[in-house]
Antibody
């Protein structure tokens, strides 16, 4: 059974960096059958896909245009986790953040999700 | 980027009703269309993948259809636990965009 366990702060000050971790069990970060994604949900934007990483002989990364210049996803195979780093946050980055697996046998649908982390950007 | 247009944005219905939600994409995505149910305080739940394939454990009253640019999610007989927000999402190419959501409320 795949499980994704998120951790990280719920409050970040404006202009600082948001860092979240998603610990993966029941699958491998370096699996060639899936990609690992970050998604956020806010009342104003609904569900917004932020980015992904996947391994196919080397690591690949894709990011949404809206966060591309500020976001980094880091895979860590030794700890079986992925991390999200979002720099220069503003109140508009306040949202519930999720990590999720996209499994290729399911047409890359997001079949497993973390529990979500509510992040507020405020001084 | 592929644009997603989901309708209606909200829907009021009764237990036992049959309802349909539609999703239209700006480009042909073949059958790379997925549907999710989202309840407050929970992670979204995958219902349908590949336009019409039922995710394991999802009740048979949920069904999906369509290909190309036009897709539908149908709930054949609403149950009390079905009142939630529903999203379509394309997995054809990155960025993997979502529809705006349909909030299903009890009449």
């Amino acid at each position: 059974q795949v499980q994704l366990q998120q951790s990280g702060p719920g409050l970040v000050k404006p202009s600082q960096t948001l860092s979240l971790t998603c610990a993966i069990s029941g699958d491998f970060v370096s699996t060639t059958s899936a990609a690992w994604n970050w998604i956020r949900q806010s009342p104003s934007r609904g569900l917004e896909w932020l980015g992904r990483t996947y391994y196919r002989s080397r690591w690949y990364f894709d990011y949404a245009v809206s966060v591309k210049s500020r976001m980094t996803i880091s895979p860590d195979t030794s700890k079986s986790q992925i991390s999200l780093h979002l720099t220069s946050v503003t109140p508009e980055d306040s949202a519930v953040y999720y990590c999720a697996r996209a499994y290729y046998d399911s047409w890359s649908a997001f079949d497993y999700w973390g529990q979500g982390t509510r992040v507020t950007v405020s001084s | 980027d592929i644009q997603m247009t989901q309708s209606p944005s909200s829907l009021s219905a009764s237990v036992g009703d049959r309802i349909t939600i539609t999703c239209r994409t700006s480009h042909n995505i073949r059958t790379y269309l997925n549907w999710y149910q989202h309840k407050p305080g929970e992670a979204p739940k995958l219902l349908i993948y590949a336009a019409s394939s039922l995710q394991s454990g999802v009740p048979l009253r949920f069904s999906g259809s369509g290909s190309g640019t036009d897709f539908t999610l149908t709930i054949s007989s609403l149950q009390p636990e079905d009142f939630a927000t529903y999203y379509c999402q394309q997995s054809y190419n990155a960025p993997h965009t979502f529809g705006q959501g349909t909030k299903l409320e009890i009449k």
